[in-house]
C-alpha cells in the first residue's frame, strides 16, 4: 500500500503553494517532509488528507484516488492541538474513535493499551483543558491513532514536548510503523527526521529541492565534515589542502572538507604518526543540510 | 451509528448537560413563573392598604353609589366641612379629598392631595370621576334609571361582510385580537430562540476551529456532515429547552387558579383556524433554520471564539428589526411597514403570522412569503455548505466583509 504524489499543483489567486510536487511513500515506512514556515507541508498535508483540492496532479493511495478512499484509513495529528477543552480524556479518545468506525469495546481496549504506555493513566477522567500541554500533545496524538489507519500524518508532533515525553513519543512512531503504519510527519526539529526518517522530502516555496532517501540526500554532499581534537592551532588547520573552513567547538575542531578524499593527507598532518584523542569524518547533519539548501551554505 | 448521528449525539450530549444552558432553562422558566404568579408574589412582600379618598359631594345629585369601594380605594363620604376634611387630608387621614361639584350643568371635580399619588391611583380616580360625569348628564336630562342604564351600557351589534369574493372571509375583531396575541407570543419565541441559539451555533463552530478540533474532525467527516449536525443538534437542543418551558408553562395554566388561566388561553386558540397554526409553525421552523445556517456560517468565518460576537451582529440586528416590526404591529397590524417586513424572508417568520392573525389577508400572501422564505432557506443552505467547506479551514484577521474577502482569495 503505497502513497503516491504525481506532479500534485496548488495555487491560489496570487501565489502558488506547492508546485510539481512528487514522491512516494511505501508501506510501514516513515516518510519526513521539511521545509521552512510556509514551505507548503500543511497545505499538502490538507490536499492528501482531502481537506483541500489541488489545482493540478494526483494523489492516489495504492493506486486509487485520494478522494475515493474510506478516510477512516486515514489518521491526522494538526500542527496546532486541536482537541474539545471541555471533554474528558477518555470521553474524547471514545468519539474520535466510533467517529472512525470503531466499535466501543475494541475502543477501550486500545484506549487502555495508549492511556498506559503514554503515562496518562491519572489523567484519564480529567477534562483536557485542565492537563498540562504535553499531556494535551499526547492525548490528541492518541487521538490520531486511535482508530488504527493505514497512513497517518503528523504535522509537527514534538513542538512543545520536553525530552521524556519525546522519546514516549519516538517509540510510539517507532511501534506503529512496526504494525505497518505509513508515516509522513513534518518537524523542524532536524534530529527527529533524521533519526525516525526512511525517506524524505525537502520543500522550498512550494518546489521540492529533494526527495529520496535520507542516505541519498547525504551523499549527495559526501562525507565532508572531519571532527577532530588535536594540538595543531587553528590558522595552521585553515592552510591544510581541501580544507573549506574551520570552525571551534569548545576543544574540539570542526573542519569542512572540499570533499572526503582530502580527509587522509589531513590525517597525516594532524597525527604526524602520533596518537590522536578524535579524527571523526562524517556526513553533514540533516540540520545542515536543510541550512544549505533552504537557508544558504554551510558554515 | 452514523458520522452524522456521532456527531450530533456528541453536541448534544455537550449543550445539554452544560450549566450555561440548564441555567439559561431555570431562569426562562423562573421567569415565566414570576409573571404567572406575580400577584401572589407582590401580596407576600408588598403589603399594599387601600386608598383612603374622601367624597364631598356639592352637587344636588346622588353620586355616592358610583364611588364604590374595591380592594385598591376605599371611599367615605364624612359629612364634615370642607376645611375639616382638608384638615385631616393634611393630617394624613386620607390619600386624597375630591370635591365634586357643578359647574355651567357640568359636573366638575377637585383632587386635593396632601402627598402626590401614584400614576395608577390618579388615572382610576379620573375614571370613577368620568362615569360620574356621565352619570350627571344622563340625569339632568330626566331620564329613568332604565333609560340611563340603557344609555351607558347598549353596544351595537356588528357583523362583517365582505363582497370581495377574492378576500377570504373577514376575521370578527375577537379572531383578530386572538391573532394579534398569538403572533405576538409566535414572534418573542422566535425573537428569543434566534438570540440564544444563534449565538451557541456561532460560538460552537468558532470555538472549534479555533481550538483546531474541527481539524481533527474533518478528516473523519465531510464539512457538509459536520455543518448539518450542527444545524440538527441545536436545533435538537432548542426543541429540549422548549418542551421544558412549554411543559412547565402547560402544567402552570392548566393546574394553577383552578384552570382559570388555560381556560383564557383556550378561548384565545379557539379563535385560531388550522391554517393559521399551520402558516405559524412553518414560519417558526423555517426561520429558526434560516438563522442557524446563517449562525454556523459565520462561526466558521472566524479564527478564534472571541471573535463569534463580532461575526454576529449583523444577524442579531435582522432579528431586533424584525422583532421591533412585529411589535408596532400590536397597536396596528395593517401598516405598510407591517407589509413590507412580512416578505422579507429574515423577518417573515416573526411579521407574517401577525398579518395572517390578525389582518384580513388574502390567501395568496403567505404563500408567496412563506415560499420566498423556504428558497431563501434552501439558496441560504447550498451557499453556506460551498462557503462553510472553504472558511473552515481559513484563518484570517478583520471584519466580516474582510474574513469572507479572505476566504475567496485563498480557496478560488
Known sequence: MTLTLEHVVKKYKDFTAVNGLNFTIGRGEIFGLIGQNGAGKTTTFRMILDLQDQTSGTITWDGTPIKKINRDYLGYLPEERGIFPQM????????????????????????????????????????????????????????SFIHKPQFLILDEPFSGLDPVNRDLLKNAILLLKDKGVTILFSSHQMDNVEELCDHLCLLKRGVSLFSGSLLDLKKQYGKTKLTLRTNVPLNELEKLAGVKGVKVDRDEYVLTLVDETFAESIFEVVSNGQYIEKFSLDYLSLDEIFKDKVGGNVE | MSKLGILIKQLYKQKVRAKSFMLMTLLYVAIIGVIMFWSDIKGIFVNEEALEVALINETPVELESIFLTNEDIAFSFPADSKESVYNQLKEEKYDAVVVVTEENETLTADIATYSPLKLNDQSTISSFVQYAGKIYGIQQLNLTASEADKILNSEAIITTTNLNEAVADGKSEDQKQSGIWASYFVGIVIYFFIMAFLSMITTDVASEKGSRALEMLLVSVKPSTHFQSKIIGITLLALTQFTIIFGFLFVLLRFSDGGEKWDMIQTILNELSYSYVFYVLAFLFLTIILFLIIGALFGSLVSKVEEASQVMTPAIMTALVGFYVMISGVANPDTLLIKVFSYIPLTSGMVMPMRIGATDISTIEPIISLVLLIITVIVFYIISLSFYKRSVLTYSSGGVIQKIKTVLKVTT
Open chain 1, 88 to 143: 474528558k480524556v477518555e470521553e474524547q479518545l471514545l468519539f474520535f474513535g466510533e467517529l472512525r468506525g470503531m466499535k466501543r469495546d475494541e475502543l477501550k481496549k486500545e484506549i487502555d493499551f495508549w492511556i498506559a504506555r503514554f503515562d496518562l493513566e491519572e489523567k484519564r477522567h480529567e477534562k483536557a483543558e485542565t492537563l498540562s500541554k504535553g499531556n494535551q500533545q499526547k492525548v490528541q496524538l492518541i487521538a
